[in-house]
């Protein structure tokens, strides 16, 4: 029982380091890449730049709307 929960907990951490890049977020949320650019640069969705300058979302994250 406490080796599957320590296991189940190391599997979600693991998740959560996995970084995706625009392309892919895109997929998994069914929208285009610019939508996914749009929810970035309104600060609608955590990303960082890498060191190629490329966005990368953690794989965990979520869109959060800013009210109006």
Known sequence: YVAADLEERMA???AAERKLLIPAYA???GVNAATVRKWIYRG???ATKNDKGEWEIPSTALRVRKSA
């Open 44 to 46: 609608e969705l955590a």
């Open 27 to 29: 997929r998994r949320c």
């Open 12 to 14: 979600a951490a693991r």
